[in-house]
């Protein structure tokens, strides 16, 4: 129903995603990729030294 | 006659209007309210996601306004209205992906400390009613994925009586909780998030790790090392 | 009194901070995360766009899959498919219903959305089918038929359906006794193939607007066409499909912890896994909400010293 997309996606994600399977555990590559994005960006703030500022009495 | 300005009569103090007025201006001076700096130990990026995750909220309460005064019909079937439909689901993934990284920041510092706990229980809910914001409007999209969402979902609420109540299939009703009624839930959980931290300050650092605290603050140490952890 | 241009090595948690401030501009953060986030959505949709798979209408299923279609019509008409024998809220069955321990939430909630099979999907679409004289006869003769013998005419043209051959689209089932119910069978995949069914069991014939979906939906997903697109979009619960979304899309991955209790035991093969696990969900839920109150939980933070990297600029300033 997506219909005329002029304004849209430069890589179409409507195709099947791929799973990663490890025992019982089944992840899409998507969910996988959101979650490690999550704890990077979580240890990048923890690391990224952040800007000093000015010292008010 | 004339009270003072600063100083209400008598009369005055005794009415509710005033005594809220007064008690609100107590608690939340000016400068507390909007503060223009912080403790010096406020120096990391962490400390963005709160902020990051209300900015969030603003475009997917703007985006999903523009989606619900325009329609189904205008977010299937045409370019702008589908671009709009797709804003307004990333501004969702982020609003969450902000909000676990605020959340697993404040975890780690423990800042429910020093009266703090309502802070964390009120930015718990909100995450949790947050997650059944989404899921209505997962089930309202009219698609597909609603379809299978609805289908699944409907075993679970109904094992446990919800569903009698809380019909997923029923699109006007998964649509009002979707539109109105869990956005404003989110909206007021936020507000009161964001004043209790302004009323009670971002929590300080736990107690350094010195041979020996100064005499001066053996005691607030000793309390923080030995259990005054909890609200 | 303290020291104001150092800060304290031991805060006290509830008091005002005493040492030293610097500028923070809260407006100006605030302003400046607006334009990133909606700079990093606006680009995500430009590059991702989103998932937008059309629904399964009645009308696309008939025709798609006609034979499973009137395989779910014709249960739905002797009342033993999934819907008919579910039980609270669409009816007093007891074929889905869950419960905790000695418990049922389920029953106890009670009938709210009544749902009666045979009448709404079959015996009042076909109702409105305008004209067709032999219909009308075939709905009379089963509408006056003993019980008995309309569950044996449906059991009968269910056993054959499997064999079922499309002559122009019209289902011919191999001689049999099936009464009245092989033309009422036929109508009705007719009008589902036509999409006056979608219309028929959303409004029910008497309104002009809708909102409710609930007995179209039930009827479409009882069928396999329903589930085997799921199953190919990697949607169904034993597939940890709470969590995916369609196409190449990240879906609710919030929902991991609950999608994660579907694929271990004792749940995975317990009939009250779904009640079992709402209510293990809502333990945890609450626990979480109460992590500041938890003796060694809320005191885990200080153990894992991940602190330590969060105010290093102040540890380095007191402990030197
Ligand atoms: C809609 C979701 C949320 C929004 C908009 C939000 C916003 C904020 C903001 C702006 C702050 C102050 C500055 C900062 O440290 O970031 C804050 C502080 C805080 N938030 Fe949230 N928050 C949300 C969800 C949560 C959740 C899910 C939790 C944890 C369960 C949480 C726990 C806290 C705590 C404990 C503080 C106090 C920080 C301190 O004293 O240092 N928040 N929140």
Known sequence: MTGTTPLGAIFDLNVPAHYLSWHFIQISVPNFVVIVLMIVVFVAALLIPFPKREREP | ?231 | ?320
């Open chain 2, 1 to 231: 006659m004339s009270a003072p300005a600063h100083r209400p009569a008598k009369a005055e103090r005794t009415m509710w209007t005033t005594r809220v007025r007064e008690r609100a201006v107590r608690e939340m001076p000016p400068e507390k309210l909007l503060p223009d700096r912080q403790p010096s130990y406020v120096s990391s990026w962490i400390y963005v996601f709160g902020v990051v995750t209300i900015a969030a909220f603003a475009v997917v309460v703007a985006s999903g306004v523009i989606l619900g005064l325009k329609g189904p019909e205008w977010w299937h079937l045409t370019g702008l209205g589908h671009f709009v439909n797709s804003m307004h689901l990333w501004a969702v993934e982020i609003f969450f992906f902000a909000m676990v990284v605020h959340l697993w920041g404040k975890f780690f510092m423990g800042a429910w400390r020093g009266g703090r706990s309502r802070t964390w229980v009120t930015g718990a809910i909100t995450f949790l009613v947050a997650i059944g914001a989404a899921f209505t409007g997962y089930v309202s999209q009219q698609n597909f994925d609603s379809q299978w969402i609805a289908f699944e979902a409907k075993d679970g609420l109904n094992a446990v009586g919800i569903g009698s109540f809380f019909n997923v299939a029923n699109f006007g009703q998964m649509y009002t909780w979707h539109v109105i009624l869990l956005p404003t839930v989110v909206v007021l959980l936020i507000v009161g998030h964001v004043l209790l931290v302004r009323r009670t300050g971002v929590v300080p650092p736990y107690a350094a790790r010195l041979a020996k605290a100064p005499p001066a603050a053996t005691a607030t140490a000793a309390g923080a090392a030995t259990g005054a952890e909890d609200a």
């Open chain 3, 1 to 320: 009194m303290p020291d104001p241009v150092k800060p304290p090595a031991f805060p006290d948690e509830r008091a005002p901070w005493p040492g030293p401030f610097v500028r923070y501009d809260l407006v100006k953060e605030l302003v400046v995360a607006l334009g990133v986030v909606l700079a990093v959505v606006v680009a995500l949709t430009v590059l991702f766009s989103s998932p937008d798979e059309p629904p399964v209408t009645i009308q696309s299923w008939s025709k798609a899959a006609p034979a499973d279609f009137l395989g779910v019509a014709v249960s739905e008409l002797n009342r033993t498919s999934g819907v008919a024998t579910y039980g609270p809220p669409y009816n007093e069955g007891t074929g889905s219903v869950q419960k905790i321990g000695p418990i049922s939430l389920q029953e106890a909630a009670g009938v709210k959305v009544p749902i009666e099979t045979a009448k709404d999907y079959v015996l009042e679409p076909l109702h409105e089918v305008p004209g067709a004289p032999r219909l009308r006869a075939a709905l009379a003769a089963y509408e006056q038929a003993p019980a008995a013998l309309q569950e044996k005419w449906a059991a009968n043209y269910e056993k054959a359906l499997p064999e079922a051959r499309f002559v122009a689209g019209v289902p011919v089932l191999p001689p049999g006794r099936y009464g009245p119910v092989a033309p009422m069978m036929a109508s009705l995949l007719a009008m589902g193939q036509s999409g006056a069914l979608d219309g028929a069991l959303l409004a029910g014939g008497h309104h002009f607007y809708a909102t409710d979906y609930t007995k179209p939906l039930l009827f479409v997903s009882a069928g396999e066409y329903f589930e085997k697109l799921a199953e190919h979009q990697h949607l169904l619960g034993t597939q940890w499909g709470m969590m995916n979304e369609t196409g190449s899309y990240p879906g609710q991955v919030w929902l991991w912890l609950f999608s994660f209790w579907y694929q271990v035991e004792p749940f995975k093969s317990s009939s009250n896994a779904d009640a079992l696990i709402f209510m293990v969900m809502g333990v945890l839920s609450l626990a979480f909400i109460c992590i500041p109150f938890i003796p060694g939980l809320n005191r885990l933070p200080r153990r894992l010293g991940v602190y330590r990297l969060i105010w290093r600029d102040h540890y380095r300033e007191v402990e030197s």
